[in-house]
């Protein structure tokens, strides 16, 4: 419908991009997810202790690759004890250094060799311990071990520990797999279990960011660090939405959206005022001289003044609520505005262009069947209405039923040739065209565009949507990137402020693993959402390309790999 337009051309560009660029990446898939699978290191619902800890260390996991293939502790979801068994393995608990507490001197005066062979058995000591479920003196085990030969496996086993304690110490496993990582910056392990401390201490951009770099490391082969990825983005984005919408004041989106939804409808005459009009009835008047100028600031200023100082005639007020209630969903309040819809109706029942309108509010809420009903309704009233039909084609067409929506189409064009050549047929021309383009009838897809261009250069100010349909037809059509750059770029240079060029220009940029450029562009798209949906799916892509960009920032040796995974995957 028409308070869709720019989100359908949105939507379309991100489905788009995501399906032909699977790895790029986790941000595409995420932004549809309702939550991962929890992958969490707490045993205290579980009857014994998980293979929370490693066995040897990271050079003894190095000098076993000769042996058979299996899962290691640089796998995610591989054990975390690696089985390296000594040929005697009681002789370790008969070395007496493992439960002496050796001075520094002490240490320093051990052999390289002997150091390593005693961090190893107060290792194993330590994992022993942690199996028996007593957490505190494994990690006192580890402790000993770490300073005896310093491995970031002896610091990861000790974070196993501290989160298995009650209640868990998560700073500390924060702490020490930081330690563990400027050891080895690569330690899958060490990432995901730091994330996973990230993400109980609510600390979820940090999570994302280790959740991030743990699944690009292992080439995104293990499905519950990605659902992971899903998960805290999911969270980030929900938690920031709330938190932006609530010191966020209320404004009007761009010109260009505000005139597509204005322009679906057809023009209505200005106010016929009673013979002794009130204040109010005045400047309600005024108010709907300024929409028919397009100085939507100046009409939404007027048209509130207007319902305060009180309209004198019924369908004086119904027009003004409906105004007010339209301006009320531009700005993303849709509960307000179902209030005013739902007020003017009471007025003036008959009013379909309010039922219409409120059709457009059941969708924003997801609520289908009441927007039909809503159409139904206004069809009682007035089955000659060509509004009705054309709004209700726009529900079709979102919900991919084309044949329906191409048959409501026409019906609104058969009521009204001169609405439809005036007014609708631009929205006839583009949306036909984003027929053509669903059904891959690309060259008939940019003709149409093409026309809608022109007859938006006719106006003082232009929509700008006709372009970004064209650049993503073009791209889909012929994979030309630079040329569906430069319709999004011409757009924004008439619009500075169109949310689906901007977001067809950050998914182009994904398209192209250009990541930074990405994360840029859903930061403005996120600045420029309206409603709270809006705003958290907008974050969702910005927060996945960010974490991303990030890891290039942390691994820059990986760029090549990540390109060339990227086109493997694409």
């Not at 293939?69 to 040929?87: C, F, N, W």
């Not at 082969?221 to 983005?233: K, P, W």
């Not at 669903?438 to 897809?445: C, F, P, S, V």
């Not at 892509?541 to 990540?562: D, I, W």
Request: one cysteine or more; glycine letters at 4%.
């Amino acid at each position: 419908m028409a308070s869709s337009e720019p989100t359908t051309f949105i939507d379309r560009a991100q489905s788009f991009i995501s399906e032909n660029k699977r790895v790029i990446l986790l941000g595409a898939a995420a932004a549809l997810a309702v939550g991962g699978v929890a992958y969490y290191a707490s045993t205290s619902s579980r009857p014994h202790a998980p293979p929370d800890v490693e066995k040897g260390t990271r050079k003894e996991k190095k000098k076993s690759k000769g042996s058979k293939k299996k899962k290691t502790v640089r796998d995610a979801d591989g054990p975390i004890l690696e089985e390296i068994v000594p040929p005697k393995p009681k002789v370790e608990n008969e070395d007496p250094l493992v439960d002496t507490q050796l001075t520094s001197e002490q240490l320093a005066a051990l052999s390289r060799q002997k150091r390593a062979e005693l961090a190893r058995k107060l290792k194993e000591r330590g994992n022993a311990t942690y199996k028996e479920r007593k957490f505190n003196e494994a990690a006192v085990f580890y402790t000993r071990a770490i300073q005896v030969a310093p491995d970031p496996i002896f610091y990861s086993n000790r974070a196993a520990c501290y989160v298995n304690m009650e209640p868990p110490q998560y700073e500390l496993v924060v702490s020490d797999c930081d330690e563990a990582l400027k050891l080895d910056n690569t330690y899958i392990k060490a990432l995901n279990r730091r994330a996973m401390a990230f993400e109980s201490l609510h600390r979820y951009e940090e999570a994302l960011r280790d959740f991030t770099a743990a699944t690009i490391l292992d080439k995104f082969s293990n499905q519950s660090t990605a659902q992971a990825v899903e998960r805290v983005l999911q969270a980030v984005s929900h938690k920031k939405a709330a938190e932006i919408m609530a010191t966020r004041e209320p404004r009007l989106p761009s010109f260009t959206f505000i005139a597509a939804y204005f322009s679906s409808f057809r023009p209505r005459p200005h106010p016929a005022l009673p013979e002794n009009p009130s204040t109010g009835d005045n400047t309600l008047l005024l108010a709907s001289q300024a929409l028919e100028a397009a100085d939507y600031t100046h009409a939404l200023t007027l048209v509130n003044e207007a319902i305060d100082q009180g309209i004198s005639w019924a369908q004086g007020r119904a027009e003004a609520l409906n105004l007010r209630g339209t301006f009320k969903f531009l700005v993303g309040d849709v509960a307000g505005a179902k209030e005013d819809l739902l007020a003017s109706l009471e007025v003036v029942p008959s009013f379909t262009q309010s039922l219409v309108k409120l059709a457009s509010v059941h969708m924003e809420q997801g609520d289908t069947s009441s927007a039909f009903k809503c159409f139904e309704e206004a069809i009682k009233f007035n089955e000659q209405d060509p509004d009705i039909y054309y709004h209700r084609g726009q529900v079709y067409f979102i919900m991919n039923e084309f044949s329906q929506a191409a048959e409501n189409y026409t019906k609104s064009a058969e009521l009204d040739d001169t609405f439809v050549f005036s007014h609708i047929q631009l929205a006839v021309a583009q949306y036909n065209g984003e027929l053509l383009l669903d059904q891959q009838r690309y060259e008939d897809a940019v003709e149409k565009f093409d026309r809608a261009i022109e007859l938006e250069k006719l106006k003082p100010t232009p929509n700008v949507l006709p372009l970004v349909n064209k650049g993503l037809a073009l791209f889909q059509w012929k994979r030309d990137v630079g040329v569906a750059e430069r319709c999004c770029g011409e757009a924004l240079r008439i619009d500075s402020e169109c949310e689906a060029a901007v977001a067809t220009l950050a998914q182009l940029s994904l398209q192209q693993s250009k990541i930074p450029k990405a994360a840029e562009y859903f930061k403005r798209q996120a600045e420029l959402a309206r409603s709270e949906p809006e705003l958290q799916n907008a974050l969702t892509y910005q927060y996945a390309t960010g974490a991303q960009a990030e890891f290039l920032k942390n691994y820059p040796q990986m760029a090549g790999q990540l390109n060339a995974l990227a086109q493997s995957l694409s």
